[in-house]
């Protein structure tokens, strides 16, 4: 474990301890190096949340990845972070209650936009469009100018 003063990558187990409720270990650690003390803990891994790729392969749920793709589809746009934090909180929470854990691509896919759509409409189209939830590039033009109109309404 790098210690958080200086980097190190050594330090020894000075005190171990699990948490009332048994869900967590904390680590009390001395860094070999520099010697200061500092505290890391050890969770269980909650069940993975997979998946489904359109050729049926399965993947572990990736935070970062849907972080990254809602980034740049939010770019220089009124989105927070923490709003987008939300919609993949809410994405795990679908997949945790389905009763395999598990979810396809396209549904995550669905679900994002529309939440997306709620929140900012640029944001939705460019999103859409990178996930190509629409079907051809005539519904994609369709749903541009539904949106292109009602501005200038
Ligand atoms: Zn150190």
């Known amino acids: 474990m790098k210690c958080i003063f200086c980097g190190h990558m050594e330090s020894k187990v000075i005190d171990t301890r699990c948490s009332e409720d048994n869900t967590y270990i904390r680590r009390r650690r001395e860094c070999l190096n520099c010697s200061q003390r500092f505290t890391s803990y050890e969770r269980v891994e909650i069940i993975p949340q997979m998946v489904v790729k359109k050729d049926g392969t399965r993947q572990p749920f990736n935070r970062d990845k849907l972080l990254n793709g809602l980034l740049r589809a939010c770019e220089k746009r009124p989105v927070s972070l923490e709003q ?24 995550i896919g669905e679900f994002v936009t529309e939440q997306l759509r709620k929140i900012d409409e640029v944001s939705y189209v460019r999103f859409s469009s990178v996930y190509k939830q629409f079907k051809d590039v005539n519904s994609f033009m369709e749903e541009l100018n539904e949106l292109i109109n009602k501005k200038k309404l």
Not at 85 to 99: A, G, Q
């Open 84 to 107: 987008l934090e939300m919609i993949i909180d809410d994405v795990e929470n679908l997949i945790r209650n389905t009763p395999k854990h598990e979810i396809p691509t396209n549904k």
